[in-house]
DNA sequence: GGGCAGACTAAGCGCCCGCTCAGCTTCGGG
DNA sequence: CCCGAAGCTGAGCGGGCGCTTAGTCTGCCC
């Protein structure tokens, strides 16, 4: 498991570096209940039943409810920043880099579409410390995607009017798919990726040296 | 006032049709908290507040807090529908429609954040019936963009693979600057609103016929 | 000037929230 | 075989929530 590719939708459950026991299981229960209700509507009762325990055990394992969500936030964070960096990193044309890292950064948003629900639209309930530290985080995977325009730029791949504005619309496109993308839904996350990647290449002006798949 | 480009940040405050006077307050005090802080986290107290009333004084207007989320979401949703519909209906190419649409469409999202932040953002706290309203003016919204792309596409204007998912991402963008955009940062609206209707004539393949604004 | 309708407030009801605490069970080490 | 640590529960606390109610003030018609 080395590229990008691999990484967005692999392993089954990835909070395995949670432990003991009991923490994941509450964890993966509050980004269920987060994901479908929002931060401020879901109760820690309910937390804590999903997880088949009493209100109580959650104060065991995490101070607050808070504490819930930054952890769920910064482990979200920086496995999206993982799966940016990986693609950033590799070899290969800015174009491959940039499609690379966009079909896997919405595979991700798709096929863990709890989480990064949790992840993107749920950072305003944090509080002001928390925050910042994720907030970092997410500049950092501006940064990463920034970064491969800006050489597509450069090595003249690319033509584009306004990097940072195109920056963002890239991110926007990608991270709204939490929003939206349903699992019983007729597209699988490899084919919502496969056709983001492509609108992001005609984005940046990259279409004329990647050839358009037939249709 | 009569087209697309005119009607996305013309009015100063656009609440003019809720009457009385302490309604409207109460509602756009509603707005700015929902905006803030989410739907669940405002209180009644502090839309009162806002407002400079007693927090009983919001109930002589409103049954719930729920009716007063109804309220602002079906009243910004028609108002996105009218700017959709007002681009789609005019004269002129599919190319210059959507950038209408798209252009318009951005800069109410940018120049009246507030109220897209809760219209696009709170839906999942309006209760059943309330929401099924509401998700079928948002189906409308779609499909006024999916027309115009349909028709760029038999014209041959357009180049897309799929054009339900480029719709849907074509909104994506629009509807995410809601998220990030802030008015104290280095871009008005007009030029988010011209940036993205570039970016979104690219998606659509529509760039050999519409010369790139010179860089 | 008297009375009544409508707008608004002070006070508070009942509920459920995040969180705590005393006590129970389980289990590995001496 | 006992002990203390760790994991967990049942009961419940203080407080803030959405919303209600009894009553006050204002303005207008007669």
């Known amino acids: 498991m080395s590229t990008a590719e691999e ?3 692999g392993e089954a459950e990835p909070w395995v570096e949670v432990t003991p026991d009991a923490a994941r299981r509450l964890l993966v229960a509050a980004v269920e209940a ?3 209700r929002g931060y401020h509507a879901t109760t820690t009762r309910d937390i804590a039943g999903r997880a088949g325990m ?7 394992h995490y101070k607050t409810k808070e504490e819930l969500l930054h952890r769920i936030s910064r482990i979200g964070h920086e496995k999206a920043l993982e ?3 990986t693609a950033s990193r590799r070899e290969g ?3 491959e880099r940039l499609a690379d890292a966009v079909s896997s950064f919405v595979r991700w948003h798709a096929g863990r579409r709890t989480t990064a629900r949790v992840v993107q639209y749920e950072l305003d309930a944090l509080g002001p410390e928390a925050r910042a530290e994720i907030v970092a985080l997410r500049r950092q995977c501006d940064a990463e995607v920034r970064g491969i325009i800006e050489e597509g730029v450069a090595s003249g791949e690319f033509d584009v009017l306004d990097v940072w504005a195109t920056t963002l ?5 990608c991270i709204d798919v939490a929003r939206w993308f349903n699992i019983e839904g007729p597209r699988t996350p490899d084919e919502v990726g496969a056709l983001y990647a492509d609108l992001v ?3 940046v002006g ?3 040296r990647f050839p358009r798949a037939q249709r």
Chains 1, 2 share one sequence.
């Open 169 to 173: 619309a890239v991110l926007s496109l």
């Open 34 to 36: 987060f994901a479908e």
């Open 54 to 60: 009493s209100p109580a055990a959650l104060y065991i």
């Open 93 to 95: 044309s800015a174009t």
């Open 201 to 203: 290449l005609r984005m």
């Open 7 to 9: 990484m967005a939708g």
């Open 83 to 85: 799966i940016l960096r």
């Open 206 to 208: 990259a279409g004329a």
